[in-house]
């Protein structure tokens, strides 16, 4: 496999990594500052993540459950660590965006390249 896709399939996991590593371990933030990052990660930050993944993933033509099964084995592991069961679903959804992006995307640079 490629560098590249490599950085494709591994960077949403990666941000959603140091992005629950910042909001949990770092003493100096707030609750609420704690608890607006981990909201801000689970409505903004996570599905758009998914979404850039599921264009480039379309694009560079790499295995579709390979790229957002990584994601989403990732994010359910931080959600069972540091959050509960109850943000699990936000998973489905996120699975939902990103395979319609790499539709999307796959389609996109198809009809692009004819």
């Given amino acids: 496999m490629k560098t590249k896709n490599v950085i494709i399939v591994l960077f949403p996991s990666i941000v959603m990594t140091l992005i629950n590593i910042f909001s949990f371990s ?36 790499i295995n579709m459950f390979l790229a957002l099964g990584t ?23 996120y699975i939902i965006i990103g395979s319609l992006t790499y539709l999307f995307g796959k389609w996109f640079y198809s009809a692009k390249k004819s």
């Fill in 26 to 61: 770092i003493d100096i933030m707030g609750e609420y500052d704690k608890m607006g990052t981990i909201i801000l990660s689970l409505i903004i930050i996570d599905p758009l993540m998914f979404f850039i993944q599921g264009i480039m993933a379309g694009k560079e033509r």
């Fill in 71 to 93: 994601s989403a084995v990732v994010f359910a592991l931080w959600c069972l660590i540091y959050l509960n069961s109850s943000a699990l679903p936000y998973c489905i959804i």
